[in-house]
Nanobody, 126 residues
């Protein structure tokens, strides 16, 4: 089974940028689909972006379109979430998740992913 771990969280000013990294280990990483989820205080966990083994990307949240992007480096076994023009609504715990499926789910689905990291806190505040 694939293991994943997030890094790169922190405090960022509104309008600023932050990049999170998901490091994978334990299996053939380039066969996995990887997604970033986030959970704001008092809200359900929601999918943000997903990238499949072919590097095709699915965006689950309209509000991040044009601001967030996801990249994978199979040689390093990493998937990075690049976040730009951030606002306070982007605050939450961000999770990396992996699944052995070929393609990203068309809709956000926590149950579609079976390997999860511990999460990293992202806070957007002045």
């Amino acid at each position: 089974q694939l293991h994943v771990a997030e890094s790169g969280g922190g405090l960022v000013l509104p309008g600023g940028s932050l990049t999170l990294s998901c490091q994978a280990s334990g299996s053939i990483y380039n066969l996995y689909t990887v997604a970033w989820f986030r959970q704001a205080p008092g809200k359900d966990r929601e999918g943000v972006l997903c990238i499949d083994r072919y590097s095709d990307v699915v965006n689950y949240i309209d509000s991040v379109k044009g601001r967030f992007d996801v990249f994978r480096d199979n040689a390093k076994a990493t998937v990075d979430l690049e976040m730009n023009r951030m606002n306070t609504e982007d605050t939450g715990i961000y999770y990396c998740a992996a699944a052995a499926g070929r393609y990203c789910p068309r809709r956000s689905s926590v149950s579609a992913f079976d390997s999860w990291g511990q999460g990293t806190q992202v806070t957007v505040a002045s």
